[in-house]
């Protein structure tokens, strides 16, 4: 696929109805808008390298608009330019999640095709310079009952080789799917009651936390899954706008909630609370400072808590969520939603 090239829009660049991918640089100190106006950045992820981002894009879907098209996966470099996407629709493979392999040089899109009754998904591998496909799973095919519809949502590709993947598979609710990423053959299904939602984890450490929401009158939890154990459930009294990430070293938690952060050590369960904030993604970067988006602004502050700094301050009544620290400490990409309107 032939690759798109566009000159990076500045801070002051304007769209007032779409969510747009930004980077701010802790030389400069100066950020700026790395997606273009005129379509919508939903999620993203860093390649382990820190050469490029992988963004789930939307083009707006006006009415009488085609199904069969409109939403990316676009690998984006820092300046902006596209170094290749692929696309889909809610009816035709459209890409909801990717990941980059621990080397850098692969891409996993996980893509899922919503049709009539049923649900079907699959992973493709893809050469992270090219785009090219070089590989890709069996699809799997969920009925629809008259239950919640599940969703194939996100996907983690471990340093161990494996793929984590949250998706529909056989049954009204979600399941934590896993697959060899060099082989592609799925491992044994390991149903679940819950429907799991997202996952985090990292090319760095093995370990996989998974959100999940319980079914009709139970509650929700975090779920870590580690290599070689059983999983276990973590109790952080889970409140509105949960966000959470793990330690550089993969040992700790760092948790926001409601209006407090705190960092749970994940062998000893000890538990510390750095400070109130009510936010909207949270990052711990490998320069040991975390990050956070706090209405209109971006913070940083050290994992004790101590040395907070407003890295980014957005005007005009716009949002910022999603704060992600490149691998190497030195900038932050994040999520800027325009001000709402009716």
């Known amino acids: 696929m032939a690759a798109l090239a566009f000159a990076a829009c500045n801070s002051s660049g304007e769209d007032s109805r779409n969510h747009r991918l930004a980077l701010w640089d802790a030389v400069s100190g100066d950020w700026r808008f790395i997606s273009p106006a005129g379509r919508s950045s939903n999620e993203f992820e860093w390649l382990p390298d820190g050469s490029a981002m992988l963004v789930i894009e939307g083009e707006p879907q006006g009415a009488g608009q085609a199904r069969s098209g409109g939403y990316f996966l676009a690998v984006r470099e820092l300046s902006g330019k596209v170094r290749w996407e692929v696309e889909g629709g809610m009816d035709d493979r459209q890409p909801v999640a990717a990941t980059g392999s621990p080397d850098s040089t692969e891409v996993a899109v996980l893509r899922d095709t919503f049709g009539d009754g049923e649900r079907t998904a699959f992973i493709e591998i893809r050469d992270a310079g090219s785009g090219q496909v070089l590989r890709s799973t069996e699809t799997w095919i969920t009925r629809l009952t008259s239950g919640a519809a599940p969703v194939a949502a ?24 896993w697959f060899d990423a060099g082989s592609m053959a799925a491992e044994p299904l390991r149903p679940t009651e819950a429907s799991e939602v997202w996952a985090i984890g990292n090319a760095m450490n093995p370990k996989v936390l998974v959100f999940a929401l319980s079914q009709p009158g139970g509650g929700s ?29 993969g040992t700790r938690l760092v948790v926001a909630y409601d209006e407090g952060i705190e960092t749970i050590d994940l062998r000893s369960g000890e538990r510390h609370i750095l ?14 400072r975390i990050a956070s988006a706090w209405g209109s602004d971006v913070i940083t502050f050290d994992e004790d808590g101590s040395g907070l700094q407003t890295e980014v301050s957005l005007s005009g009544g716009r949002t910022a969520r999603h704060p992600a620290w490149s691998p190497d400490g030195e900038s932050i990409a994040f999520i800027v939603e325009p001000r709402y309107r009716d």
Do not use: C, K, M, Q
């Open 154 to 177: 996100d996907i983690v590709w471990t340093p161990d080789g494996r793929l984590a993947v949250v998706s529909h598979r056989g049954a009204g609710f979600n399941d934590l799917l």
């Open 275 to 288: 400070r109130g904030a009510f936010t909207y993604g949270i990052s711990w970067g490998a320069n040991r």
């Open 221 to 249: 939890t975090l779920t870590l899954h580690e290599p070689g154990g059983p999983a276990r459930d973590i109790d952080v009294g889970l409140g509105g706008n949960l966000a959470v990430d793990f330690s550089p070293d």
